[in-house]
């Protein structure tokens, strides 16, 4: 799996637009972008995946470079319940054998009344 | 709820008890996962089984044994540990071995 790069810690006012930002310059043709949140004590939560679109959901949009080199993941009106650590995975998708998957340190989002 | 149940949710133990994590999920998948997290570490892939087979090992101490008896069901069965093995372990499942994974609760491990 390609190497990502997110910022440790971002705050957010309530109520706005939280983007949160991951560069995964190494990614591979057939890699997905994968976003998952962890909030405080609880097993972590999948929000979205996309592999070259942008794509949303109930839960967020993500927002994929044309070059596919870094990648936004956007709550569109942040509340208190989304303060987590939010991680950025790159992976292969529905196709071949295993493989690893790394979750790294990810963003610690913090949303302020 | 994620459709993974992990039991116990919390769990005390001495360094000479044996112990099992239960997991369960409802979903239909056929890949299980176990991760630990320590504090302030990453999460840590322990073991992978895809349709009840094995197919992860990451270099996992012995004292932790799985076990997966169907493609619904997941163990971890525990003894002799350590006070550092004391983490919250994770249960994962997913569709295939290649699609997101859903997430249980977590089981609180404190080793005494």
């Known amino acids: 799996d390609a190497k990502t790069t997110q910022p440790p810690s971002m705050d957010c006012a309530e109520g706005r637009a939280a983007n949160l930002p991951c560069n995964h310059s190494?990614?591979?043709?057939?890699?997905?972008v994968y976003w998952y949140r962890q909030i405080h004590s609880q097993g972590p939560q999948y929000i979205i995946h996309g592999l070259k679109n942008n794509e949303t959901n109930e839960m967020a949009s993500l927002i994929i470079t044309e070059d596919r080199k870094s990648s936004t993941l956007i709550l569109p009106h942040a509340t208190l319940r989304d303060t987590a650590v939010y991680y950025c995975i790159v992976r292969v998708g529905n196709s071949g054998g295993y493989q690893k998957v790394t979750f790294g340190t990810g963003t610690k989002l913090q949303v302020i009344p | 709820e994620t459709g993974v149940t992990q039991t116990p949710r919390h769990l005390v133990m001495g360094m000479t008890n044996k112990k099992s994590l239960k997991c369960e999920q409802h979903?239909?998948?056929?890949?299980m996962y176990w991760y630990k997290q320590s504090a302030k570490k990453p999460l840590e892939l322990m073991f992978v089984y895809n349709f009840k087979e094995q197919t992860e090992n990451n270099s996992v101490p012995s004292r932790f044994s799985p076990e997966c008896p169907n493609s619904s069901h997941l163990f971890l069965h525990l003894h002799t540990l350590q006070p550092e093995d004391s983490a919250l372990y994770l249960c994962a499942s997913s569709r295939t071995v290649n699609t997101e994974a859903f997430f249980g609760q977590g089981t609180r491990l404190t080793v005494v």
């Open positions: 190494t990614i591979s043709g057939n890699e997905y």
């Open positions: 979903l239909g998948h056929n890949a």
